[in-house]
């Protein structure tokens, strides 16, 4: 099973959501602030890392933007902020779920269960390049190119770029990319978030179909 890093400043929440997750087969390593989490993140094998956002030292948020910057490692957010801009923001630095304080230890298992999932069925052998008119995308190094020039993308704007340029001009909504990028728990916010960034960073290539989803408009060359 997966090794977990649980960092709160609450140790009540730490040690209740170790024994939800260790009696479900996991190994559980807690700390009480940001930098812990940070430190423990980089210099520990760990398989996933349950952050909260308001700590003492670095918040949830500037440690998760410091793992990403080094580490593809699943993510899921805890907070009592749970307005739309605090899920957006946690989503657009690499979170791969959000949930609200109050919460249900089953259900914060079960959204482990589902993001070690995600990962793990994104773990397959890799297909051959593809190319576009400015836009190459090698699946050996997981790597995108735009005009020649790598492009710096999260392991979810990857995918995501990747399943939708291998169904050109086909449109999804935001639920069928969330159900095959994300799976069966999150927010439905990520999807938005994601095309928006891969927008930047990937330009002219993904149009809005306005009132059902997003379409991939480049052609294969």
Known sequence: MATILIADDEAEIVELLRDYLEADGHTVIGVGD?????????????????????????????????????RDVPIIFLSARQSDVDKIRGLGLGGDDYLGKPFSPGEVVARVKAVLRRYQRNEVGPAPRMRFAHLEIDPMARQAYVHGQPVNLTAKEYDLLVFMAEHPRQVFTREQLFDRIWGDFGDLHTVTVHIGRIREKVPGLIATVWGVGYRFEGERS
């Not at 398989?47 to 003492?56: E, N, Q």
């Open 34 to 70: 940001g930098d812990a989490a940070l430190q423990t993140a980089l210099s520990t094998d760990v398989d996933l890392i349950i952050l909260d956002v308001m700590m003492p030292g670095k918040t949830g948020f500037e440690a998760c933007r410091l793992i990403r910057e080094q």
